[in-house]
């Protein structure tokens, strides 16, 4: 015989604090990153191209967790849209960092692919609220 969650005693955690969890902290490293890249929080890897377009994917995910409290959509729908642009900007800069036009080191590197992971998983649970 299965048993049901409430039967478990196991608190689920609602999908939508969930997706506006990710969008929240996608959001902060995206804006750490271009203040990083803007030399205000250091000069150590300043480029201005990639802080242009980590701000750009920063205010997506900031308009996108704001939305979820509007009631326009689903937050689900909400979430795949905002980490969905957000992770296609950052193949975006994958492709340009291996043609060596962006930022050649290995922490932005390391940012980019631990990124899309997290994007990635966003997307698919959120995709699994609309499921």
Do not use: C, K
């Not at 979820?68 to 992770?87: K, M, P």
């Amino acid at each position: 015989m299965l048993l049901r969650d409430e039967d478990r005693n196991i608190q689920v955690v609602p999908t939508r604090r969930v997706i506006r969890a990710f969008l929240a902290v996608e959001a902060a490293t995206f804006i750490i990153a271009a203040l990083v890249h803007f030399g205000i929080l250091t000069n150590a890897d300043p480029h201005e191209a990639a802080a242009t377009g980590e701000s750009v994917i920063a205010i997506a995910l900031v308009i996108g967790l704001a939305l979820t409290w509007v009631g326009l959509t689903s937050v689900a729908t909400i979430g795949i849209l905002a980490q969905g642009f957000a992770l296609f900007g950052t193949l975006v800069g994958i492709l340009t960092i291996v043609a060596g036009v962006g930022p050649q080191s290995a922490a932005d590197l390391g940012y980019h692919v631990a990124i899309s992971g997290v994007l990635l998983v966003g997307v698919v649970v959120a995709s699994r609220r609309l499921a």
